[in-house]
């Protein structure tokens, strides 16, 4: 089992800048990639971020990329997603999620998955 706890989210401005933590626990080692999911009411949850937990490297979803930073503290076992130039269009449900796939975009290919951090974007 692995468990994950989300932390970071808030309400910010459009322009402004938040960090988002995955700190993970239990049986890490059967996790090779910590993904970023979205979920906006009345839609599906999207692909967000993924990187692979062994050696750093990351992927993005399009509307992400430039914004939107992923990184490890190994020490920490601890997963963070710095977004910047927040537009209000990232307001969602942002969850952290494990698993075996590496850069996996599908959802089902996720395990494990913490219960939510809300983020809000005003105008």
């Known amino acids: 089992q692995v468990q994950l706890v989300e932390s970071g989210g808030g309400l910010v401005q459009a322009g402004g800048s938040l960090r988002l933590s995955c700190t993970t626990s239990g049986r890490t080692s059967g996790a090779n990639a910590i993904a970023w999911f979205r979920q906006a009411p009345g839609k599906e949850r999207e692909f967000v971020a993924s990187i692979n937990w062994s050696i750093g490297t990351t992927v993005y979803t399009d509307s992400v990329k430039g914004r939107f930073t992923l990184s490890r503290d190994n020490a920490k076992n601890t997963v963070n997603l710095q977004m910047n130039s927040l537009k209000p269009e990232d307001t969602a449900v942002y969850y952290c999620?494990?698993?075996?796939?590496?850069?996996?975009?599908?959802?089902?290919?996720?395990?494990?998955w913490g219960q939510g951090t809300q983020v809000t974007v005003s105008s």
């Open positions: 999620a494990a698993g075996r796939t590496i850069y996996s975009r599908s959802s089902g290919e996720y395990n494990y």
